[in-house]
């Protein structure tokens, strides 16, 4: 039997373009490569399944920086709405990739848990009581609480 020398060993051990953007897509879903390693023995993972769309994401972004950015962008805008992800969504929303956006986080003005509205016209801060009323708020702005819309 041939023995290898450091270089041969050092480069069959190396992670191919294709296994790194299988993990950077488990990366993009919290699991750590330990975790994605675990669960391929566990066959949680089938890791073979990720490896055709990861080739053809390769092939269609050109290089493995750009299929990274892809994923990000995917992931973040599919994170933003609370919506799963595989990595064939990327292909799917390849052509969109520039208008793709995260959802914008909107905080609104509420008081004792009832949401307000800012008048422009009056230039004052107005609550909106459950049965439609619109009542001057004469409080404090510390005294506005503001929370993420959904």
């Not at 950077?24 to 675990?38: C, M, P």
């Not at 990274?68 to 064939?88: F, G, P, Q």
């Amino acid at each position: 039997m041939k023995k290898q020398t450091k270089t041969q060993l050092k480069k069959k051990f190396q992670e191919t373009n294709i296994q790194k953007i299988i993990n950077y897509y488990f990366k993009t879903k919290g699991l750590s490569l330990d975790k994605i390693k675990e669960d391929a023995r566990k066959k949680k993972i089938v890791y073979s399944r990720y490896v055709r769309p990861a080739k053809q994401l390769l092939e269609l972004a050109g290089s493995l920086r750009e299929a990274k950015k892809a994923i990000t962008k995917v992931a973040k805008w599919a994170k933003s709405r609370n919506l799963d992800y595989a990595i064939e969504t990327v292909f799917k929303k390849w052509l969109e990739l520039d208008k793709l956006k995260p959802k914008e986080i909107v905080k609104k003005p509420f008081f004792r848990n009832e949401p307000m509205i800012w008048s422009e016209t009056r230039k004052k801060w107005f609550v909106i009581t459950d049965d439609g009323e619109w009542k001057e708020f004469a409080g404090k702005e510390d005294d506005i609480v503001w929370k993420l819309s959904k």
